[in-house]
C-alpha cells in the first residue's frame, strides 16, 4: 500500500503564513483532505476536496495540490491555529482503505 | 447536531477480546459510510476499517485483519468494532469518523481508549 509523508514539525511568526505538504503516490489520483487536532481533542477537518472548507473553518486556510504532493497553507496564523495537522487520501491501490500521513506540529512562535 | 459516541473501550489482558460501539445522531445514519481509525498516545492517527451504507462491504488495514470485524446496525444507529486476539499493539485511542466527500471525515467522536496489558 501507499504512504503519506509530511514534516514532523513546522513553526510560524504570529500573523505569518506557513505551507504544511504532505506527499505520496496516491495523491496523484484522489484528493488530501486535512485536519486538525489540538491535544486531548478529536481531530476536525479544515480543507476537503480541491480547496473546500467545512462551515465555520476560517479563510485562513486553505488547500492546493500538485502531481503527488498536498499543501495546506495557513495565510496569517493565529495563536489557535497551533496544533496537529494530518493530511489523508484513499488509496491509490483500492479506494476504500484510507492513508494518513505521520503529522505535522505546527508552532506558531 | 452531528454526534458520534463511542463507548466499550479498557483494560484488556493480550489474546482478549472487546467490542466497540459507536452511536450516532443527528443525521441519517445509514446514507453515510463510516470507519475506525486509532491513535496510539502521542503519535498519530492510523485508519483502521471502514464500512459502507448498508454493511455490505468492508475493509481493514492489514495490521488488524483477520482479528478486527466491523459492522453496523442502521436500524440502531450505531457502529461496532468487534476486536478479538488483542496484543499490546492495538492499544490505542479509538475513534469512528464518518466518511464526508473525497474521503475526507467530517465528524469524528471523541475517542475510547483501549489498553492492552497483563
Known amino acids: 500500500s501507499s504512504e503519506l509523508t509530511q514534516d514532523p514539525a513546522v513553526s510560524v511568526a504570529l500573523g505569518q503564513t506557513v505551507r504544511i505538504t504532505c506527499q505520496g503516490d496516491s495523491l496523484r489520483s484522489h484528493y488530501a483532505s486535512w485536519s486538525q487536532q489540538k491535544p486531548g481533542q478529536a481531530p476536525v477537518l479544515v480543507i476537503f476536496g480541491k480547496n473546500n472548507r467545512p462551515s465555520g473553518i476560517p479563510d485562513r486556510f486553505s488547500g492546493s495540490s500538485s502531481g503527488d504532493t498536498a499543501s495546506l497553507t495557513i495565510t496569517g496564523a493565529q495563536a489557535e491555529d497551533e496544533a496537529d495537522y494530518y493530511c489523508n487520501s484513499r488509496d491509490s491501490g483500492d479506494s476504500h482503505h484510507m492513508l494518513f500521513g505521520g503529522g505535522t506540529k505546527l508552532t506558531v512562535l | 447536531e452531528v454526534q458520534l459516541v463511542e463507548s466499550g473501550g479498557g483494560l484488556v489482558q493480550p489474546g482478549g477480546s472487546l467490542r466497540l460501539s459507536c452511536a450516532a445522531s443527528g443525521f441519517t445514519f445509514s446514507n453515510y459510510w463510516m470507519h475506525w481509525v486509532r491513535q496510539v498516545p502521542g503519535k498519530g492517527l492510523v485508519w483502521v476499517s471502514h464500512?459502507?451504507?448498508?454493511?455490505?462491504?468492508?475493509r481493514y488495514a492489514d495490521s488488524v485483519k483477520g482479528r478486527f470485524t466491523i459492522s453496523r446496525d442502521n436500524a440502531r444507529n450505531t457502529l461496532y468494532l468487534q476486536m478479538n486476539s488483542l496484543r499490546a499493539e492495538d492499544t490505542a485511542v479509538y475513534y469512528c469518523?464518518?466518511?464526508?466527500?473525497?474521503?475526507?471525515?467530517?465528524?469524528w467522536g471523541q475517542g475510547i481508549l483501549v489498553t492492552v496489558s497483563s
Open positions: 464500512t459502507n451504507s448498508d454493511g455490505s462491504s468492508t
Open positions: 469518523a464518518r466518511e464526508h466527500t473525497w474521503g475526507s471525515f467530517d465528524y
